[in-house]
Structure formats: structure tokens, C-alpha cells
């Protein structure tokens, strides 16, 4: 049995219905992607016990958890909105939660500290909320929630309010926390890149359903679907069709896996690649790190990425037969 085990939970609300199994093991890093409406927060809010699920059971460390209120749970939360006591200081935000009766004063101050450090922000105890930055009051946000030793720690978004190179600064500081303090953790985001950077294993989410679960080089480099493969960034589908003849799957693969040529390439002596001559360029970005080409072929668009702009307006391409996937 699984850490966490989330079994045929089922919600429904009149334009939506959530219905899902998924499981979590110890000292997992998950996250949770999908488009907005596809029910990431309602999974959370069911986990937590806001919302009551209609059906189905959640098992944390073999304990049936389903009907156990919010406090019973062992379930941390953290909000996008930091939602810390504004008449407290730090030190007060971050004991609230603490359970503090096994513990001696000594040790609090210490627990205190500890998680301060653990969020780079050593020596804040006496800070007034209202005196942090957005992302200071976000770190606050998650040292409390540690504070009260969850089993599993879910964040809701939490770093959606900041601004970019916060953002990825934050987002490795959340990593660092896991890796050092080994707990569980189900992250909820909208940016994959996020999702990407963070976790061990991606859960990707449609409609209320799972629709893909791996790791996050299996999902970019073999998506299981179309919608995972475009929700998951940029790419090209083409029909089977024009490479393999009567075969009618799609192929799709990413821009990386394209490699361009300004000259004619006879696919003969390239065995292992696709090959496409005589495209002609319908578009270059420049994205800062790479160009993104994009082609027309027989009527279809192809990505390809490159490091150096092509000097040609008809070029040829080559794709890694391993890097394609069949949907
Ligand atoms: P996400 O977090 O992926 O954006 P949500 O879980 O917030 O998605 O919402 C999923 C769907 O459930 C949405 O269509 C939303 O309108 C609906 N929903 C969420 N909460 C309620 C509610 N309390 N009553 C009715 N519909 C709800």
C-alpha cells in the first residue's frame, strides 16, 4: 500500500464532475497540472477537508482519513494568498499551528528558528507581517504550515502572486525543503515549467480525470495524448500517414528532436531519422535562447528549435525516429 492512497474519488457539482484514483509515496514530490476548471483545488479541498468528497476513500499511513475533520488529518495547507495572522509576528504565525504540548519552550525556540532557516529567513522571529515583501510573507506561509509536522504538505499554487525570478527562487527553496526534511508534497500549478523543475513524478489532469501520470521527461518526451502533448509545451502532430504508408496514428515530437539542414538530405543514408527535404520557412522567433522555426510541409506545420538562424528560406529537416511518439 501507498503513502497516500486517493481511491474513486468522486465530486459532483452541476457543470463538473471529479472522478479520480491516484497514489503518493513517502517523500514523493507530486504535482498536479491542468488546465484552470479541471479540478486541481477541488482535489485539494477534499484532501484537507474543506469539501466532502460524494465517494471514495482517502488512506494516509495505512488511516482511512475520508470522514476525519480538517485538524485530524495530519494535511498541511498552503495558500497562493499566504493567509498568515496580520496581528502576529512571525515567530506567533509560525507557532500557531505547533504542537506545542510535547514540546519545551527551548525546543520551540529552536523548531522555530530551524524552519526560519529552512525558508532563508534566519532571525525574522520578531518581524510584523505586515512589514514583509510578498515573497518574505509566502516563506512565513510555509514554515508555518510546516510548524505542525504534517504527514503530507499540498500547495495550492502557491507562488502564482509572485513575479518571475522570485518565483523560480521560491520555487527552489520549496525543493530544498523537501529534500531536506523528506516530506511529502502535492504541488498544484498551472506552469508546467514549474511542475517540471520541482517534482518527481507530474499528475496531469482534464475534466475532473487523470489523464497522464510519470515522470516529467517521460510526459515532454512521450506524452500519452494530444492534449498532453500540446498542454505540455510546443511540438508538431503530422499524420502517420505521410512517413508509413497505410498507417493511420499520428506521429508527434518536440522542436528539440529537429534538426535542420540547408542542404537536400538523401534519408537512405540516414536510417534512423525522418526525413523531410524542401520546407519552406513560414516563421522564426527569437526566444532568447533559440530560435523556434516553424515550416510548411504538404500543407502542415512543423516546429523545429535551433541555436543559429538558417541563412535559406527552403530548408530540409531530420527527425530522431526515437524521439517521435505514436498517438
Ligand atoms: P482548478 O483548480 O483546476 O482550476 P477547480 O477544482 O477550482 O479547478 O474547479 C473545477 C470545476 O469545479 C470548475 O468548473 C468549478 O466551477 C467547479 N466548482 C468548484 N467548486 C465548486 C463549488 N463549490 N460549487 C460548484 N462548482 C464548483
Same mark, same amino acid.
Given at each position: 500500500?501507498?503513502?497516500?492512497?486517493?481511491?474513486?474519488?468522486?465530486?459532483?457539482?452541476?457543470?463538473?464532475?471529479?472522478?479520480?484514483?491516484?497514489?503518493?509515496?513517502?517523500?514523493?514530490?507530486?504535482?498536479?497540472?491542468?488546465?484552470?476548471?479541471?479540478?486541481?483545488?477541488?482535489?485539494?479541498?477534499?484532501?484537507?477537508?474543506?469539501?466532502?468528497?460524494?465517494?471514495?476513500?482517502?488512506?494516509?499511513?495505512?488511516?482511512?482519513?475520508?470522514?476525519?475533520?480538517?485538524?485530524?488529518?495530519?494535511?498541511?495547507?498552503?495558500?497562493?494568498?499566504?493567509?498568515?495572522?496580520?496581528?502576529?509576528?512571525?515567530?506567533?504565525?509560525?507557532?500557531?499551528?505547533?504542537?506545542?504540548?510535547?514540546?519545551?519552550?527551548?525546543?520551540?525556540?529552536?523548531?522555530?528558528?530551524?524552519?526560519?532557516?529552512?525558508?532563508?529567513?534566519?532571525?525574522?522571529?520578531?518581524?510584523?507581517?505586515?512589514?514583509?515583501?510578498?515573497?518574505?510573507?509566502?516563506?512565513?506561509?510555509?514554515?508555518?504550515?510546516?510548524?505542525?509536522?504534517?504527514?503530507?504538505?499540498?500547495?495550492?499554487?502557491?507562488?502564482?502572486?509572485?513575479?518571475?525570478?522570485?518565483?523560480?527562487?521560491?520555487?527552489?527553496?520549496?525543493?530544498?525543503?523537501?529534500?531536506?526534511?523528506?516530506?511529502?508534497?502535492?504541488?498544484?500549478?498551472?506552469?508546467?515549467?514549474?511542475?517540471?523543475?520541482?517534482?518527481?513524478?507530474?499528475?496531469?489532469?482534464?475534466?475532473?480525470?487523470?489523464?497522464?501520470?510519470?515522470?516529467?521527461?517521460?510526459?515532454?518526451?512521450?506524452?500519452?495524448?494530444?492534449?498532453?502533448?500540446?498542454? =505540455? &509545451?510546443?511540438?508538431? %502532430?503530422?499524420?502517420? #500517414?505521410?512517413?508509413?504508408?497505410?498507417?493511420?496514428? !499520428?506521429?508527434?515530437? +518536440? @522542436?528539440?528532436?529537429?534538426?535542420?539542414?540547408?542542404?537536400?538530405?538523401?534519408?537512405?543514408?540516414?536510417?534512423?531519422?525522418?526525413?523531410?527535404?524542401?520546407?519552406?520557412?513560414?516563421?522564426?522567433?527569437? =526566444? &532568447?535562447?533559440?530560435? %523556434?522555426?516553424?515550416? #510548411?510541409?504538404?500543407?502542415?506545420?512543423?516546429?523545429? !528549435?535551433?541555436?543559429? +538562424? @538558417?541563412?535559406?528560406?527552403?530548408?530540409?529537416?531530420?527527425?530522431?525516429?526515437?524521439?517521435?511518439?505514436?498517438?
Amino acid at each position: 500500500m501507498s503513502f497516500l492512497e486517493v481511491r474513486d474519488l468522486k465530486k459532483k457539482y452541476p457543470d463538473f464532475t471529479l472522478d479520480l484514483s491516484f497514489s503518493i509515496e513517502e517523500g514523493e514530490f507530486l504535482c498536479l497540472i491542468g488546465p484552470s476548471g479541471s479540478g486541481k483545488s477541488t482535489v485539494l479541498n477534499i484532501l484537507t477537508g474543506i469539501e466532502n468528497a460524494d465517494e471514495g476513500k482517502i488512506i494516509l499511513d495505512g488511516v482511512d482519513i475520508t470522514d476525519k475533520p480538517i485538524q485530524a488529518r495530519d494535511i498541511g495547507l498552503v495558500f497562493q494568498d499566504y493567509a498568515l495572522f496580520s496581528n502576529m509576528n512571525v515567530e506567533k504565525n509560525i507557532q500557531y499551528g505547533m504542537n506545542k504540548k510535547k514540546k519545551s519552550g527551548k525546543e520551540i525556540k529552536e523548531m522555530t528558528a530551524l524552519l526560519l532557516s529552512y525558508v532563508g529567513l534566519d532571525g525574522y522571529e520578531k518581524r510584523r507581517v505586515s512589514s514583509l515583501s510578498g515573497g518574505e510573507a509566502q516563506r512565513v506561509a510555509l514554515a508555518r504550515s510546516l510548524a505542525s509536522e504534517p504527514k503530507v504538505l499540498l500547495l495550492d499554487e502557491p507562488l502564482s502572486a509572485l513575479d518571475g525570478p522570485l518565483r523560480k527562487r521560491l520555487r527552489s527553496v520549496i525543493r530544498n525543503i523537501h529534500d531536506k526534511t523528506g516530506i511529502t508534497i502535492i504541488y498544484v500549478t498551472h506552469d508546467r515549467e514549474e511542475a517540471f523543475a520541482i517534482s518527481d513524478r507530474i499528475i496531469v489532469m482534464k475534466d475532473g480525470s487523470v489523464v497522464a501520470c510519470s515522470d516529467a521527461e517521460t510526459l515532454y518526451t512521450h506524452p500519452q495524448s494530444e492534449f498532453v502533448a500540446s498542454f =505540455t &509545451g510546443d511540438g508538431t %502532430l503530422l499524420p502517420s #500517414s505521410l512517413f508509413f504508408e497505410g498507417d493511420e496514428r !499520428s506521429i508527434f515530437f +518536440r @522542436p528539440e528532436s529537429v534538426l535542420i539542414s540547408e542542404e537536400s538530405i538523401k534519408s537512405e543514408l540516414k536510417p534512423s531519422y525522418l526525413v523531410i527535404n524542401n520546407t519552406e520557412i513560414v516563421s522564426i522567433e527569437y =526566444t &532568447g535562447s533559440h530560435y %523556434l522555426i516553424c515550416t #510548411s510541409f504538404k500543407g502542415h506545420l512543423i516546429l523545429a !528549435s535551433t541555436l543559429v +538562424r @538558417p541563412r535559406k528560406k527552403i530548408i530540409s529537416l531530420m527527425i530522431n525516429k526515437e524521439s517521435v511518439t505514436r498517438l
